[in-house]
């Protein structure tokens, strides 16, 4: 099949993954331990995405400690993308530090203390200086609709927007194939990390 074959699997290992983590206790909520089995319930208070992706887009280089040089700097770069059933997020900033945001709930983060996700993140970033000259100022952040990805460019001189079709971009004739594989990269380092434990 196509690239896409691959990403997808990678993704759905990753979920499952985040998934896991959750159910051993790390997300916040009620715990009712049945003492007849052991089985742990818990109950999430609410879905974090909103909230996380809000905070990440919104972000400033003074909150990251970074001295840009010019207004158009990249020091962050948001994708988007909506699957229909979920919409994938991967957010990456010059520091390094990158997380992945599921609109199902799923959260990962921490990759600073991996190399390697630290390199995918700044890479991303770089990569995203090839098509700033593309995007138009958002006016809007909010993420895009069905089978559609898309770039939030985050500069001091503001949030710039570029979109494209899902379909395009997975037969390799889209402009943004190169930034999307280059956001993949990012979520494969951190599978790659969840397949270790």
């Known amino acids: 099949m196509k690239m896409t074959t691959g990403l997808l699997i990678g993704l759905l290992i ?58 158009n700097d990249i020091y962050g770069l948001v994708m988007d993308w909506n699957m229909g059933n979920a919409i994938v997020t991967v957010i990456s900033f010059k520091t390094g530090d990158a997380s992945v945001y599921l609109s199902t709930g799923q959260a990962f983060i921490g990759g600073y203390a991996h190399e390697t996700v630290i390199n995918a993140a700044k890479q991303f970033v770089k990569d995203g200086e090839k098509y700033l000259s593309k995007a138009t100022k958002a006016e809007n952040t909010e993420p895009t ?53």
Do not use: M, W
């Not at 990753?14 to 998934?19: E, Q, R």
């Not at 818990?42 to 010019?70: C, F, H, S, W």
């Not at 079709?165 to 004739?173: A, G, S």
């Not at 990012?186 to 397949?195: A, N, P, S």
């Open 14 to 71: 990753l979920i499952a993954s985040i998934g896991l983590y959750a159910c051993k206790g790390k997300i916040q909520g009620n715990d009712k331990v049945n003492q007849d089995n052991n089985v742990k319930e818990t109950k999430v208070k609410e879905n974090p995405y909103p909230g996380l992706r809000n905070q990440a887009i919104n972000v400033t280089p003074d909150q990251l400690k970074l001295q840009l040089d010019n207004d």
């Open 145 to 197: 609709h069905e089978n559609k990805v898309d770039f939030y460019f985050l500069t001091k001189s503001g949030r710039y927007y570029i979109e494209d079709n899902f379909e395009k971009i997975e037969n390799k004739t889209s402009e943004l194939y190169g930034l999307f594989e280059s956001a993949n990269q990012v979520i494969t380092e951190y599978r790659l990390i969840t397949d270790k434990k």
